[in-house]
């Protein structure tokens, strides 16, 4: 049997660090300085954080272009990045639909609707904190993203043959 496929040693390593669980995760969304003057104190940033129901934890990338060496093209990496340009997260929507009214301000402080105006990056960018907990709720592993805002909310629909809670995708 191979040293590398012992079903034992798989089973001790089990048991000691356990695994990571995809339900088990926590996302923060501090407001940035432009709507952080107390329109979302208190606690509407901690019911949004409580209502992310998914997250993409982003990934990294690794660019590669051809190398020509001789008559061979070798590939080679030459740049690294995140997986895409973009994060969704899916929030449930509560009665008083918090998170759809933190993101619309936040998007519409970001640019004017009516004047077009631009806010400076600075203003409107913030950091989303994103945490994998164990069991017991203890952070296991964290990813910070800077300078994220969000791009889009995406379209919640509504029917009367469904009885299930919306949902809204934002992107950042």
């Not at 000691?16 to 003057?37: C, G, Y």
Request: glycine letters at 4%.
């Amino acid at each position: 049997m191979s040293e590398y496929h012992n079903i034992n040693d798989f089973v001790a390593q089990v048991k000691e660090s356990d695994f990571a669980r995809s339900n088990r995760f926590e996302v923060l969304f501090p407001p940035p300085p432009i709507i952080a003057d107390g329109r979302f104190g208190g606690d509407k940033p901690k019911i949004i954080s409580m209502m992310v129901e998914d997250a993409i934890f982003p990934g990294l990338l690794i660019g590669t272009r051809p190398f020509r060496i001789n008559n061979l093209n070798d590939q080679r990496a030459n740049a690294i990045d995140l997986n895409g340009d973009s994060i969704t997260f899916t929030f449930l929507c509560d009665t008083s639909w918090s998170a759809k009214e933190f993101f619309e301000t936040w998007m519409m402080s970001t640019i004017d609707p009516y004047s077009r105006y631009v806010t400076y990056p600075v203003d409107y960018y913030s950091t989303i904190e994103l945490y994998s907990l164990d069991n017991e709720d203890n952070v296991i592993a964290s990813w910070i993203i800077y300078d994220a805002f969000p791009r889009s909310i995406a379209p919640v629909t509504v029917s009367s043959t469904n009885a299930q809670v919306l949902r809204m995708p934002v992107t950042f």
